[in-house]
C-alpha cells in the first residue's frame, strides 16, 4: 500500500489561506505540512510559532482532533478544517466505507493475543482483542485490561498507547498485534 500523500483544500481565514497536505503510512498520519498559511506583518511571526505545533498535534492525534494554539485561534481553525479534508480523502482513498483489519497473534508468556481494528475515514472507529489470556489469573487480568486498551487504541488512533498497569504481557502484546 505504501504512503499516501493528501493535500486538504485551501480555507480562507481573516488571515490569510491555510492548506495543509498530510502523508499517511499505515492508516496512520507520519507526517503534516502546511502548503499554504498566513504570511505578512505579525501573521508571519504568528504562523512561525503556530505550524510546527499544529503539525505535531496533528501526527500525534493522527486526526483532526486538535487543540487550537494560543493566540493563533483563526490559523488552528484554518488547519483543522484543511486536516479534517485531507484525512476525508484517506478514508476515500482506501475504501470508501470501514476496513476491518486483524493483526497478527502475538504469543506472550500468558497465551496469545490477537487484536482487530476497524478503520474509516483514516481514523480507529473500534478496536477489539479478538484473542486474550485466559484460564486462571489470566481471565481476571484479560477482563481488566482489555476494555482499557480498547478504549486507548480508539482514543489514541495508533498503537502509542500506554501498557495497562497489572497486564504488562497482555499490554505488550496488544500493541504489537494494533501495530500490525
Do not use: C, F, W
Amino acid at each position: 500500500a505504501g504512503a499516501q500523500t493528501l493535500t486538504g483544500t485551501a480555507v480562507q481565514t481573516d488571515y490569510g489561506p491555510v492548506q495543509v497536505r498530510i502523508t499517511v503510512n499505515g492508516g496512520k498520519i507520519t507526517n503534516a505540512e502546511t502548503v499554504q498559511q498566513p504570511s505578512g506583518g505579525r501573521s508571519t511571526q504568528i504562523s512561525a510559532d503556530a505550524i510546527p505545533k499544529l503539525n505535531q498535534a496533528a501526527v500525534a492525534a493522527g486526526s483532526a482532533e486538535i487543540d487550537a494554539v494560543s493566540g493563533a485561534t483563526y490559523t488552528s481553525a484554518g488547519y483543522k478544517e484543511s486536516l479534517q479534508a485531507a484525512l476525508d480523502q484517506a478514508g476515500k482513498a482506501q475504501d470508501s466505507g470501514a476496513q476491518v483489519l486483524t493483526g497478527t497473534t502475538v504469543q506472550t508468556d500468558y497465551g496469545p493475543v490477537q487484536v482487530r481494528i476497524t478503520v474509516s475515514g483514516g481514523k480507529i472507529t473500534n478496536a477489539e482483542a479478538i484473542q486474550a489470556p485466559s484460564g486462571g489469573r489470566s481471565t481476571q487480568i484479560t477482563g481488566d485490561s482489555v476494555p482499557k486498551l480498547n478504549q486507548a487504541a480508539v482514543a489514541a488512533g495508533s498503537a502509542e498507547i500506554d501498557a495497562v498497569s497489572g497486564a504488562t504481557y497482555t499490554s505488550a502484546g496488544y500493541k504489537e498485534s494494533l501495530q500490525a
